[in-house]
């Protein structure tokens, strides 16, 4: 499975971004996603995530009510909308896929095998 992240850029606090990622190869109906960040000089952390065949979705705590993940018409898309950035939310987003899993390790990076490059979000206070 590839995966193609896009959308990154600077907002300011209080503003918006969309960020895409796009999964192709060997895909399945059964393939979770999830979006993962890295602040400089902070550990890797969960963002969002959403399972392709019943579309449930799992967030972070920080970024519940302000992030939206969601799947697009297109194919293996995801959208993170994100909404109401806060300074904090500066970091290096990374799409990860995985084909199947359990619930309950959707939120751990080492449970995904797949990962697209990072797209920067930076946003201004």
């Known amino acids: 499975v590839q ?5 990154g850029g600077l907002a300011q606090a209080g503003g918006s971004l969309r960020l895409r990622c796009v ?3 060997r895909t399945s109906r059964t ?4 979006w993962f960040r890295q602040a400089p000089g902070k550990e890797r ?3 969002a995530a959403i399972k392709w065949s019943d579309r449930s979705t799992y967030y972070a705590d920080s970024v519940k009510g302000r ?10 898309t995801v959208s993170l909308q994100m909404d109401n950035l806060k300074p904090e939310d500066t970091a290096i987003y990374h799409c990860a896929a995985r084909l199947t899993g359990i619930t309950s390790t959707l939120r751990d990076a080492n449970m995904y095998y797949y990962w697209g490059q990072g797209t920067e979000v930076t946003v201004s206070s």
């Open 67 to 76: 992030f939206t993940v969601s799947r697009d018409n297109a194919e293996y």
């Open 23 to 25: 999964a192709s190869g």
């Open 31 to 34: 393939i979770h996603m999830g």
């Open 3 to 7: 995966l193609q992240a896009s959308g």
């Open 45 to 47: 952390e969960f963002v």
